[in-house]
């Protein structure tokens, strides 16, 4: 009887519990994002624990048909620079369908509920970042339709894959790690970093849980006449969450082992995840202390041996209009980037014209 009535009714939403987990993960590997690479972003060992890194309030939005989980959501609310003034702020993720509901009303309905859960009054406004290639999302949650939120196109957020390759000229700068000492001037000056849309950060976010493998140790600091003139953290999330290639299609499929012959960074085996870390939580005063540090990082990470834990890439991510992507073009890259919006479910806000950034280990 009860099977037979939630059928009538149609999907059943409500927040994820721990007993989800594992038909969370497995919904993430069964929805990959297509393309020439097919590639499926996992969240192992845990999809509950991975979301807690978005913010300090997060919220798993999951959508039951006949029980079984067909799609899923992240809300997730977090301190946040509007304006250049600190408010509680929302970022929308991992939105995911099974392929039979993307095309029904599933989606609106699943906006429905999330309206329902912004009446608690915890942030007017919200962003979210939509893969560039991902056009039918960009066709149908960016398109402003009646039954769903107001989307505000803000710009695109450039993630290029910086290929490990072999290293390069230093660019000297007194440069040190992070230490418990250090910690204090370090979110000082990543609170400094009053772009549209970034965090504010507290020491308490680097000495608890909430993100797992990364240590105060990973932060890189340069100081000029003892004053801390950019940081830049490298995170490995491997261990919580992985990107896998699922298979390859078009020429990629019968040229790989060709291509890999050519490259430093080879293109991994179907079913291997690919060997990345993110350069993260990053101030600069100004653009050569971004070129000086990311500089760092990169050699810092040459040459270690994929086998042993080494890396083949890593990914770094501005705004398309901040001075600093300009670096980028001075490395060996496979180019990535995603719309930013801000999200609102009444009049869009009213934001100046300072740049946006967005956390690209928090995407």
Known sequence: MHDTTERRLGPRFDLARPSDDAELRALLKE??????????????????????????????????????????????????????QQVTAG????????????????????????RELHRDGRADVYSTVIVEDNRAALRTIAANRADLPRYVDRG???????????????????????????????????????????????EADFLGHRFPGFRIEDFYILRRRGRIAGVMGTWDQRAFRQTAVVAYHGSLRWSRPFVNKLRRSPLPDPGKALAYFFVSFVATDDVDAFRVLLRRVYNAAVGRDLKQGGFSHFIAGVHERDPRADVFEEYSRTSFSGRLFSV??????????????????LL
């Open 31 to 84: 929805t990959p994002m297509r393309g020439r690479m097919e590639i499926a972003f996992l969240r192992e060992p845990s999809y509950l624990r991975a979301a807690q890194i978005a913010g300090p309030y997060v919220q798993v939005l999951v959508a039951r048909v006949d029980g079984r989980i067909v799609g899923v959501a992240t809300r997730a609310l977090r301190p946040t620079y509007i304006n250049g």
């Open 91 to 114: 970022y929308l993720s991992d939105l995911r369908l099974r392929p039979e509901y993307q095309n029904g009303t599933l989606l609106a309905r699943g906006y429905r509920f999330l």
């Open 156 to 202: 695109k957020i450039l993630t290029p894959m910086i290929h490990l390759r072999r290293t390069l000229q230093d660019l000297g700068g007194e440069i040190e790690r992070g230490s418990r000492a250090s910690l204090p001037e370090i979110v000082r000056k990543l609170n400094e970093n009053r772009l549209q849309f970034a965090p504010v950060w507290s």
């Open 344 to 361: 609102t479910f009444d009049a869009p806000p009213e934001l100046d014209d300072r740049v946006p950034y967005m956390e690209a280990a």
